[in-house]
């Protein structure tokens, strides 16, 4: 087993991650016996202790082990998946939640958030090369992919959660924001209808997909409702009687909730509220929070599948409207 070593980490990663290569690719199956410290070391030109600390590491991991006279051997073949999402939120946990529950222990689970930040999130791709069987991203942008997300192999890469890109082949679990939307919207027109004025304040800041825009413009036509929108902040004055407001930001609602009861406006008779991603908080505020959203425990378990059956998922899910006391 011949390494060739670039600058980039320390020959003793270069080795660990070398050696957890070839038994994620099944070159050394769950029992196998692995090439001897003295055979990595001369093959590679490198140190006897830089390999013996390579295989260190890769003991601490449970990945491998060693007996008198037999060596070392592979102890199982764990396969690591990276799942990269963008921020924590509580509807990401229920996916993760899901995920988990669905996967086997033969499988480990490495999770990051790229927080938007593209250097970030290149980083983690780079560094995560030739260390997992599957990578689960959640994309930096709505509209296009990152060039990066390219380099990793189609049939073990999911797209998680958005993206209006051409996938072409590529496995994705995504939401749709823009007709099913208005599908929603809809569907709760008899509620939006009893006031005289919607309201979508949708911060410039926000990463949510802006596409859903038109869609919010069209319902307001087509249901004869004052369109307002309000994307540069909003304050306390904002807030008034016969108006119903989308709000896409979860702590812009809570504000929101706030002044409802400051000013002693009741939600779901003076003002109207509903927001996107449902989350056990929105069960419990006032009389509940009416809701758009997905099923983000359906997203994880679809996300194992495509782990643990290598199954090739192309999935939209169903975007549900979650009616409560709040419209």
């Avoid at 070159?27 to 001369?42: K, T, V």
């Avoid at 006279?69 to 799942?83: F, N």
């Avoid at 930096?140 to 072409?168: Q, S, V, W, Y």
């Avoid at 939401?175 to 569907?187: K, R």
């Amino acid at each position: 087993m011949k390494i060739v070593f670039k600058g980039q980490h320390s020959k003793v990663q270069q080795v660990a991650d070398a050696v957890r290569t070839a038994i994620i690719q099944g070159i050394f199956e769950e029992g196998n016996s692995l090439p001897s410290i003295n055979q990595i070391s001369d093959q590679s030109a490198c140190a006897r202790d830089t390999v013996f600390k390579a295989y260190q590491l890769l003991k601490a991991e449970g990945i491998i082990q060693s007996e008198p006279m037999r060596g070392y051997y592979v102890a199982t073949r764990i396969k690591r998946v990276l799942v990269l999402l963008d921020i924590f939120s509580p509807y990401k946990n229920d996916l993760y939640v899901a995920l988990t529950k669905h996967i086997g222990a033969h499988h480990r689970l490495d999770l990051y958030f790229h927080h938007y930040n593209e250097t970030h999130f290149d980083s983690i791709l780079q560094n995560s090369v030739g260390k997992y069987s599957k990578f689960l991203v959640m994309n930096l942008h709505h509209d296009r992919c990152m060039p990066i997300l390219n380099t990793i192999d189609a049939d073990k890469l999911l797209f998680l959660d958005f993206g209006n890109f051409e996938k072409n082949d590529r496995a994705y679990v995504m939401q749709d924001f823009d007709a099913a939307f208005y599908s929603c919207m809809v569907q709760a027109a008899h509620r939006f209808t009893c006031y005289k004025r919607l309201c979508m304040v949708f911060p410039r800041e926000s990463r949510h997909p802006r596409s859903c825009v038109p869609y919010f413009h069209r319902f307001c036509d087509a249901y004869g409702l004052e369109a307002i929108l309000m994307e540069d902040g909003w304050s306390e004055a904002d807030i008034c009687a016969d108006t119903a407001y989308l709000w896409v930001s979860h702590a812009d609602l809570i504000d929101f909730v706030k002044v409802c009861r400051k000013n002693g406006l009741r939600i779901g008779r003076d003002v109207g509220a509903i927001t996107f991603n449902d989350a056990p908080m929105l069960e419990v505020i006032e009389r509940g929070i009416s809701s758009i959203s997905v099923d983000f425990k359906e997203m994880g378990t679809l996300a194992a599948r495509f782990i643990v059956e290598d199954q090739h998922v192309q999935a939209t899910l169903q975007t549900h409207l979650i009616l409560r006391g709040s419209l």
